[in-house]
Every structure is written in C-alpha cells, then in structure tokens.
C-alpha cells in the first residue's frame, strides 16, 4: 500500500515555481512507487523447487504487460483445485443436484452406463439403477445424465487476484533445453506456434529478465514447461516432475486468464487455451476442459480467425499461424463434444469453410528437419479430416447431443453406419502410410522409421480407434435393446450387416491395445514413444469397454453366432493385455489405477456371469471352453495383481436378483458404481 506524505506548497507568483513544484512531487511519488514495487522482491512467492536450480527476476509493474500478480499468492492448493470429475472421470456421489455436470449420450459415461446396464441384465439383476437406489450413485438416465455436486475451487482459481503485486518467475536454467524439447515432441502434434519466434522472445526476455514481455506469451511459456514436465516418458509421470508440472501450470493460469476474461484478447490467448485443454486432459482437473475450450472458441470467434479475408493484410507467416490455431479449435470441438457429450460450440456453417488443404508447410522450420516437419503436417492435416467426420457421427447419430430426440430405428442406424464406415474408410486410405493406422507399428520398428513418425503414428491410430468405437456404439446398444417384442427383420439386419461391422471394430480395437501394448514395450527399451501417458489410458480402456460390450452382446441366445470361439478367446486376451500394460503403465497416477480396477471390476463380474451360465450337464460345452481360457490368459501373467479373478470352483446362488450372482457379485457391483467412470475421448 502506498502512504503519501503530504507536501508543503508554498505559494509563489512565479508559475515557473510551481512548475517546478509539481515535478518534484511527481519525481517524490515515482520514487515511492518503485520503491513499493521492489520491495516485495523481500517475500517471494515460493515453488516446490530448489532455487539454485533457477534464474530469479524480478517483474515490476509495467503498464505494456498489464498489471504485474504473483501467480502462487492467490492460486488454491491443489487439492482445493481438484475436480469432481477427475483425469478419468471419477464422479463423486453427492446428494445435491447440479446441472454444471451434464455427459450426454455419445459420452463414455453413457456408454459406461450402458454396459453396467447390460451386466445386470445378464446377471438376472433387472434394472442397474435398482441397485444404486440406496447407494444414491446413478444418474437419472443411461443416455443422459446430471451428475451431482458441485467443482469447488474453480471460482477461486479463476478469480483476479485481490493485490497485483511484483512476482519473481522461476525459470529453470534449462529452459531452453525444455522449450527445444517441447517443439522436438508436443508441438508437433499441434503445430500452432512457431518455434523461431518463439525462441527469439524468449531470448530477448532473458536478457531483461522477463520484465517487458507479454503475460499472454509468459504464460504459454508457463504451460510448455508444464507439457514437458507431464511427458517425460510414456508412464505416470514422478511426484516430482508431476508438482513441477502442476506448479508452472497454476503460474499460466493466474497470469492470463483474469486479464482475457476482463481484457482484450489475442490470437496467443487462442494458443494459450488450447494449450491448456492440451494439458489438462491428462491432469486431476479434466473437466475444466471445456470452460477452457469455450474460452479458445469465445477468443478465436471474437478475433475472426475463422476469416481469411480479415488476416489478409498479415505475413504469411501470422495467416498460416492464425490458420493452424483456427483448425485446432475445430479438432478440439469435435473431440470434447464427443468427450463430454455436449453440443458443438462451432457453428456447422464455420466446419464447412473449414478445409484441411489450406494448411501449408510455411514457415519452414529451421531447427527441425523438413522431413520431421512435413509428417507433423500431414498428421495434422489428417487429424483434422478426421474431426470433420466425427463431426458428422456425432450430428447423424447423436443429434448433436442435444435434447432427447427418438432414437433411430434398426435399419436407420445400419444406413447411418455404413455411408459413415465408407468416409471412414476412405480417411483411412488417403492417410499417408507411413501414418496410416494399423499399418504394422511393431514392423516399423525394424525399419528404423523416425522417432517422430512412430509417435505420430500412434496418436493418430488411438483417435481412429475412438471413432470406429463411437460409430458402431449404437449397433451395440440395438444388440442390448433386443427383445421379444422386435420384429424378425431387425433381427436379420443385426445378424447381418450388424455382425458384420462389429467384427470389423473389434479388430480395430484389438490393434487399439496392441498399440498401448507397444508403448509399453518400448518403455523397456527406454524409448518414449507416447508422452501423453493419458492417450494410451482412455483409448485402452475405451477399446476395453467395447469389447467386453460385444462379448456380453454375444452371450444373449439371439446373437451367440456374433463371435467364433476364436474370435472370442483373441477378444479374452486382449482385455488381458489391456489389464497388463494399464499395471505396467501406472508410476503412481490415481487415474490409471482408477481406470485398471474399473476394468478389473467389470471384467470379473463379466467373469461369474459366463461362469455361471455353464450348465451341470455340460451342454454349454463352448462356454466351459471360453472361460478356461479366459482363466488360462489371466493367470499367465504373473506380473500382475490377479486377486479380481474369482476362483474358478467359486458357488454361485440366488439372492432375489437373479440366478448366478453371488454376494461377491453384488459387493463388485456396488464397488463400482461407488465412483462411476466417464472416460473422456482423449
């Protein structure tokens, strides 16, 4: 706070006096501002870091920067910050009601519903939610639903901070060393910045202390030192590096967001958000995700980026940046409205001036090779094309995720399917192979192909994956929602067409865990072939969740020629391996561990169903052969807890729900819906 003493003014008849009287009370409050500025260089703001580890500036007030805050004095502790639906989607019951958390029908939550749904209707238990009623875990609905309670520590988070004060910025002496890093690994999964200029503020900057650079560019550096932290290798990251990580990602938050919410905006702002959504999908902080995604959409509609006519008087240089960030609006539209399922921010009139051609390979990156550049560029192109046509699944056969409109019939659904399956496929084809899904990711490995076109490679299969998965779900749940009362040319159309497309995404969710099995592989060998640890998570788990969907779809009378016993026993060992390299993945993340005994829940009670189905006489010869191997995949894997699978000899007996379900059963079904799962879409 600054005091003002009071100074005597005499009185003069010389206006050159009091002239010079005014300056001298100017130069006294100057003085005093300055002083009062520096002089909270006395109590910094601390990081969990060593500080001869870092370069410590001091930033006084600059006007050209906006006002100068402490990004730690006003920021919650992180366990304040926590979400009520974290990194996977844990929702934590509460009995208050609140429509902030709504996850509409192609979210992972209503597909998750779903399939608890399908349990217990194959454990004889009737209604899932019948055995929530006294646990007060489920949703209203199975498509769409309110989660309860509210997301402390967002206002707070959020808030302009009560004093601007001086700040000290801890930057690690290696900063460079980690922004080269950066650009080398994040960046080219989202080609949005432009790593010369970049680099040539920050050298400006460094020779000032980062005393007259702007808050927005101080705070993307902020968020890529937090990327780094939080990719360093393909597991969990460490408790150190994750701190680190959470440390430099509150110091971006507290610089930039109250000023773009109370300020101007600019095309960084835009970079910034998108960066942040980047990072918190692997974070305790997931649904913040789309405040941060309106805020990017808020940002680019307001600075016209969808425009080219507005950016024209631009370099070629700012166009194609504006270009870049633009399009990563629309991939992240796509993908968090299927996440969340939620409606699309982006008006579809926007998506169709859009087009992935546009995207050009200036500026040329002088510190990476041209070839490294032109794959980032063709993933990006690619990832895209792809967006678009999730886009469109999610508009044909969600409706948007708006409202509850009446569900399509069978032969609807199949038409949907297959002309989206033809785009699909035809994506699939214009993929550069090199990129290209499915096309051997372990034969690549002895053809010494880029690190960078391997880690590609990857992201790009895992998102092809999500789609395939998101456009076959309803052809699932036409399976589960067959009964007595469906006419016999539904039936033909499932046993037909139906079967016919969910083999063919079975094999794509096969080679999604194959993936995940690959990274982790590659961590033996310690190559880190996917950072983002969170991608390999929710994709395993998400294939997971649509196989264990069609082996239960499988079981029922009317659709037990779904699956061949081959086929059956590969799809048994794929969920073990999905359990395995989940285990191996998980260096101490409450995430995967979430999501591993999720899995391991919903695979065991999967288990005493098939179990159970097996008659006395042996007449279900097939499913006595079925569950021995199941057994047999799980039990050879001794680098695992195997304490979810029951014993094999395990009773089983009626409890008023159903034949089949022992206690056990309903402990595990009680256990899981204890914290139910929305696995968001990457």
Known sequence: MCVYEETIVRKSNSSSGEKFQVLDRLKAIEEKLEHVQWTYTRNPPQLPIEPSSMHRCHLPH?????????????????????????????IRSSDSQDDSAHFGASSNIAFLLRITQALANSAGCGNSRDLLKPYHRCPSSATSSNVPGPEPGLSGALSWPKSCQATI????????????????????FMPFLHEESFIAVFERGRTQCFRNVRKSW?????????HVYLTQTAMSPSTESAERSENFFQNALALAVPEVILGPTSLEHVQLFCSICAYLQGSSHSSRVWTFHGLAVKSALQLDLCSTE????????????????WYMCLINDA????????????????WKASTPSKITDLPPSVARSPSVMATSLSYYRAMLSLSFIIRDITKRLYYDNVGSPPPLSCAE??????????KLSEWHGNVPRALRPGEGLEKQYTRHQPLETRRLQVALSFRYSGACILLHRPILQKLWDFNSDSTSLELTLLKGTGFLSLRSCMDTCRDAIQVGTSIVKEINRQTNLLGAWWFTTYYTFNASLMILGVLLASMEPSFNELLSLKATTSLHSSLNDAVTLLAQLDGGSPMIKQCRECLQRLLKIYYSIAQASITEDGSNKREQIEVDQLTSSCTSSGDIDLSWLPPKDSGSFTLGHGPGVTDTDLNLFEGLFSSNFEFLYG
Do not use: W
């Open 310 to 325: 507005s950016c024209s008087h631009l370099t070629p240089l700012d166009q194609e940046m504006r270009r870049r960030t």
């Open 218 to 226: 101080l705070s993307l550096l902020y968020m890529i030192l937090a």
């Open 62 to 90: 600059n006007p050209s920067t906006g006002p100068s805050i402490s990004p730690q004095e006003d920021m919650p502790p992180c366990d304040v910050f926590e979400d009520s639906v974290d990194g996977i989607g844990t």
């Open 169 to 188: 910025l801890d930057i690690p002496p290696d900063a460079m060393d980690i922004i080269q890093e950066y650009f080398a690994t994040v960046a080219l």
């Open 413 to 422: 659904t199949l038409t949907e399917t297959f002309n989206l399956s033809y």
């Open 335 to 350: 993908i968090f409205s299927v996440k969340f399922g939620r409606p699309p921010l982006v008006a579809e009139s926007l």
